[in-house]
């Protein structure tokens, strides 16, 4: 089992629909991201959590530590957020991230 | 710029060359990472740099994987005598160093095809 499970592997979505991804994750960790990579492959990091939940513009990201769950949303939808997004965490004294397999998003206008 | 950068972005090698990739974090970050994406699999990690303390290589996948940085900055992948299946897209990520989880910035990566 991987330590990092996403779902789903493949969204398709309408334009302005409201999207949900899910990451659970079966380590203790002291961070969680949520990166978005290009079709190009550039990645950039969305968000860095811990607890809670955090919002930046259309996106939020929530995480449960006792449920070891994080889910990312996408409110109004757009084609421009069609791109792999991927979870990974940091977990005990590691530094390096362990990724999620992504999750291809297509955001049909 | 304010990103980090990767050089080259593509390269196109013969098996069995030798070849260098090269990261420049952000000014100021003392942890760097390379990660390593094959294509239709997950990123994985490579090798960590914290400061002056020794690289944590754990994630490299066999001895013809080498890393550098020099002063503490730029870094160096190098990837000896190249393999079909060294094919990828190197990423390379800096951090501030200060707390343990602190948020990592990705370059644009330098895609790698071994003929």
């Known amino acids: 089992k991987n330590e990092v499970e996403q779902s789903p592997q493949n969204l398709t979505a309408q334009e302005g629909e409201f999207i949900t991804i899910n990451c659970s994750y079966s380590v203790g960790i002291s961070a969680l991201h949520w990166l978005q990579q290009h079709p190009g492959g550039g990645i950039v990091s969305l968000f860095m959590l811990s607890s809670g939940k955090k919002k930046h513009g259309r996106l939020i990201a929530t995480i449960n530590i006792q449920e070891k769950h994080s889910s990312l949303h996408i409110t109004a939808s757009h084609p421009r957020d069609s791109a792999v997004y991927i979870c990974a965490v940091l977990s005990g004294s590691a530094r390096q991230l362990t990724f999620g397999s992504g999750t291809q998003l297509t955001v049909l206008p | 710029g304010a990103g980090v950068s990767q050089s080259p972005s593509n390269k196109v090698t013969e098996k069995g060359k030798d070849v260098e990739l090269r990261c420049d974090p952000i000014?100021?970050?003392?942890?760097l990472y390379w990660y390593r994406q094959s294509l239709g699999q997950g990123l994985e990690f490579l090798i960590y740099f914290q400061g002056n303390s020794a690289p944590d290589k754990s994630g490299l996948p066999s001895d013809r994987f080498s890393a550098e940085r020099t002063g503490g900055s730029v870094s160096t992948l190098t990837i000896q005598r190249t393999q079909q299946e060294d094919s990828a897209v190197y990423l390379c990520?800096?951090?501030?160093?200060?707390?343990?989880?602190?948020?990592?910035?990705f370059g644009p990566g330098t895609r790698l095809t071994v003929l």
């Open positions: 000014s100021g970050h003392t942890a």
């Open positions: 990520a800096s951090s501030l160093p200060r707390r343990s989880y602190n948020e990592q910035f």
